[in-house]
């Protein structure tokens, strides 16, 4: 049996697209699913070089060396007009991106804006030609540079893609379907001569004139085949939706959020195959020559183009019948005000959905025909005629086309994917025959966009950065910003069911169970966010002034967070971190303190409780004072990695020193004589019903009223948990070097690698409001979604 050409054999069974990732089954229903987050953003293209990989994003353009090495992030600091980079094409010698504000380019100078750049609406695709021309296409037009000067060559379609061929180009269109550019004419290809749809997600060429849509109507996607003479249109036997094709080793690729299928056509009987929805389309494309405009040195992409004038109003086109109309009298105008120029002038009208014509036979719909063996069809009319075409200036609107030029627009978000169409029963449809492979999956990080080069596939993922195939081979290419190991990791969730944690670069960030974005907490740009927590009803964010003593907490409102108090810290020479930060049943904050001594080392120094309602701050530590440290200050350990509270009043720490309890304004140490098991905590929560948990190297505890009891399962008592978290079952989850603990009460079970995870060297673990559990690792986070 043939081996997939992206993805090792495991894979194919639904475990993971990623060749570094869990080789296993998904985990069993009980436990949930689970997403992987290394990276926070968007990524909106990517474009490949021999040398580099570049990825456009929300936030600028990161620049990956495809040998290694750290990835380079370029923004507004090093020249972008604008952080929101939404395409991206590159070749060996430079880079060109384009943004809202303008275009740029990248290479040995730095980043160059690019001057006097045709007006073509919101930038929504790049492309570099085979000579080495740069287009652009946008909202409102298509424009070419050829590294000295800029032509506008129209303003007519809302562009969405553009695939380059040999001498010219196909672009994908938002309502006036799949366009070539071809020796300066332009074929427009609608669903009047058989394209499924006049919205065009994306387009690729193979070659020889031939290409493959993506369209897209309300009520579903489905797959149109340009043969070089008509169209044929099929669907997709699979459940989700369709989000983009590319072509890999000459055949296209159709991928959805979690799986990448091949099309070929083959003799070997294998793969699933497409189902004709439509009889093949016939009629001639409209053409119109181009008629490309220099842009006037000073001009400004950027700004608006003036509205076109307004064309006479016309009829949508007619749904295409199960046999096409007569065609009508020579110089008559087609029914629904479309018409198409043909090489002699003649208007005619598309024939898509005729019945076969004579000495053709039909296909079922759903089965082919012998292997090896292609469908027979009849003649076909040619869709593109001689370039002898009508002319067509930029910003002139011919009576003979019936939909309007785009209108300017701003920036917007394509129509959201659909599933594939459903074949209509009862119906049978001649078409060639192509089949469709799965070729693998990625259950575990969902695919925004695949693009190709050579024989390498490159997939972007949400959260999970751009990992490239080639063979059995992956190279994940990654920013890995939510990795943070030099600090504690926190988290805080709101009632709405978000959770919000901190990128390496003291960022916020906000989880909505799928989706992870950076968020402004503070626009002060002075202020590094430097943790969360979740409180009474709400998520609060703690955050400090840089190179001063000043400290900010902050609770989230409505999505947004306001400042509900701001104090000085003193401890030694600063207050530089905390080791935990919680918000009690009063609403007074905790944070652990971590200070800078002269000599410059870092020390722990107990906890500050910060009170909105008093201007003192309260400092409990090995040495407290009342007189000093503020009424109520309390002598407990310095050392204290994490707090919990339980909802009797009690407040239980864990750190070096073994655990502690404060209750009445009393403190209670625990330690080896009080039934620990070694007196190194490393972690401590609290379970629904108010029995607090600890993990210690040598296993998992919890407080019988008197003394500790652990556990002595042998699964428990082998793993040498560092991390411990209850869920809102009051399930235990551990975590340690070895994966993470699953116990329910009853039994207790191992999660590793196999199971979903992103490493088993866990650093810490964490159960949002939300009850996901977080499992954090050197590599990035794991986020258990509980069913």
Partial sequence: MRAAFLFPTAMLAGCSLFGSQPQAPAPPPSIGTFHLLSDVDVIQDIATTSTDLWVATSRGIVRHPLSGGDPVRIGEAEGLPSPDVVAIAANDTAAWAATPAGLVKIGANGVERLPDTPAVGTPTALAIGDDGAIWVGGTAGLGRGDGTTWQKYTDRYHVTSIATEAGGIWLGTKQSGAVRLSNGVFFEHTISIGLPANFVRSVVSLGSGQAFALCQTASGSSLGWFDGTRWYSYTVPVEQPLLGLTVLDAKPVVYTTNRLYRIARTEEDEGTQLIPIANPGEGNARQFRARPEAVQPGSSASATPAAPPEPPAVEAPPARPAAGPATPARGAAPAGGLRSLAPDGQATQGAAGRAPAAGQTPVPAGRAPAAGRAAPVGPAAPAEAAPEAADYAAGLVPSEIAAPPAAPAAAETLAPAVRPLAPAEGQEFEAPRWLVTDEGSSPLAKIMLVRARGSAVYVATLGLGVSRFEGRRETPYRTRDLVVTDRPFSIGSDPSGQSWILTRAHEAARFDGERIERVIVDPDPAIKMMAFTSGPGAVFALGHAANTDWWRCYRSEGGAFRLVVERQLQAETGVTDVSFFAVD?????????????????????????????????????????????????????????????????????????????????????????????????????????????????????????????????????????????????????????????????????????????????????????????????????????RR
């Fill in 585 to 785: 049943s009063g609403g007074r904050f905790w944070l652990g303190i971590k200070a800078r001594m002269q000599s410059g080392a870092i020390v722990e120094r107990g906890a500050a409780v910060i009170d909105a309602n008093s201007p003192s701050v309260v400092y409990h530590h090995s040495r407290a004072n009342p007189a000093t440290d503020g009424q109520g200050a309390m002598r407990i350990p310095d050392s204290v990695s994490a707090i919990a509270f339980a909802q009797n009043g009690e407040i239980w720490l864990a750190g070096l020193d073994g655990a502690a309890r404060i209750a009445g304004g009393e403190i209670t140490r625990f330690g080896e004589s009080q039934g620990l098991e070694g007196e190194l905590v490393g972690d401590l929560d609290v379970a629904p019903g108010g029995v607090p948990y600890i993990a210690t190297p040598e296993g998992i505890g919890h407080f019988e009223g008197t003394r500790w009891g652990f556990e002595r399962n042998s699964v428990v008592t082998q793993f040498h948990p560092i991390a411990l978290a209850i869920d809102g079952q009051g399930h235990v989850w551990a975590g340690g070097s070895r994966g993470a603990l699953y116990g329910n009460g009853q039994t207790w079970r191992r999660i590793g690698r196999g199971d979903g995870l992103l490493s088993e060297q866990l650093t810490d673990i964490r159960v949002d409001g939300s009850n996901r559990v977080w499992f954090v690792t050197g590599d990035g986070l794991t986020v258990l979604e």
